[in-house]
């Protein structure tokens, strides 16, 4: 596996995809994993958003053990983080759910673990219309923000409100940075 796994977890809306795309423009020595999903694309996503596949193509996958983590979100679409097919020595970005979170932290228990959030569940509602959610979906995700919200209360996230792009990406570069360091000053296994 890479050096260091970055897991990005956040309700819908709250702007994840756009942080991590610029922390990830930022520090080339992240890499951010391209997760699968069943759902379709959104109108004006880019194609390369995600791989979108059936379920039964996932289901197949669950099967080959091809995942990292995986999830079937609100009982009707699939996501899944890939296990890595090459170790490149960079980080690995996912930007996955609380339950996601979890799943990594079983097989990787240094990940730093970042929650982000909106500045107000307002926010987050404009923002799910603004990326053209119909109101059922926007209910939905409400609905599953304020649950992921409580589920990460359990877990050793640091959190990060995203009022400003560029400011809550250099918070969470600072975040890796710490990290890094205390990876690179641990002491070495006498194995």
Same mark, same amino acid.
């Given at each position: 596996?890479?050096?260091?796994?970055?897991?990005?977890?956040?309700?819908?809306?709250?702007?994840?995809?756009?942080?991590?795309?610029?922390?990830?423009?930022?520090?080339?020595?992240?890499?951010?994993? @391209?997760?699968?999903?069943?759902? @379709?694309? @959104?109108?004006?996503?880019?194609?390369?958003? *995600?791989?979108?596949?059936?379920?039964? $193509?996932?289901?197949?996958?669950?099967?080959?053990?091809?995942?990292?983590?995986?999830?079937?979100?609100?009982?009707?679409?699939? *996501?899944?983080?890939?296990?890595?097919?090459?170790?490149?020595?960079?980080?690995?970005?996912?930007?996955?759910?609380?339950?996601?979170?979890?799943?990594?932290?079983?097989?990787?228990?240094?990940?730093?673990?970042?929650?982000?959030?909106?500045?107000?569940?307002?926010?987050?509602?404009?923002?799910?219309?603004? @990326?053209?959610?119909?109101?059922? $979906?926007?209910?939905?995700?409400?609905?599953?923000?304020?649950?992921?919200?409580?589920?990460?209360?359990?877990?050793? *996230?640091? *959190?990060?409100?995203?009022?400003?792009?560029?400011?809550?990406?250099?918070?969470?570069?600072?975040?890796?940075?710490?990290?890094?360091?205390?990876?690179?000053?641990?002491?070495?296994?006498?194995?």
């Amino acid at each position: 596996m890479t050096q260091l796994v970055i897991v990005i977890s956040g309700p819908g809306g709250v702007g994840k995809g756009t942080v991590v795309a610029e922390l990830v423009r930022n520090d080339d020595q992240l890499t951010l994993s @391209r997760s699968w999903t069943t759902r @379709r694309p @959104r109108p004006g996503e880019h194609p390369e958003a *995600y791989v979108f596949v059936n379920d039964e $193509q996932f289901l197949a996958a669950i099967q080959a053990g091809m995942f990292l983590e995986w999830n079937h979100f609100l009982g009707s679409n699939y *996501y899944g983080s890939p296990v890595p097919d090459v170790d490149d020595g960079r980080d690995l970005v996912l930007e996955i759910d609380v339950n996601g979170a979890r799943q990594i932290l079983d097989v990787e228990p240094n990940a730093l673990l970042v929650f982000i959030d909106a500045p107000s569940v307002e926010h987050q509602r404009e923002r799910l219309i603004g @990326r053209g959610d119909t109101s059922e $979906q926007v209910a939905n995700r409400m609905a599953a923000g304020a649950s992921e919200r409580e589920l990460a209360e359990a877990l050793p *996230y640091t *959190y990060v409100i995203n009022d400003d792009i560029a400011r809550a990406a250099a918070e969470i570069a600072a975040r890796i940075a710490d990290r890094r360091a205390q990876v690179d000053g641990a002491a070495p296994d006498p194995c």
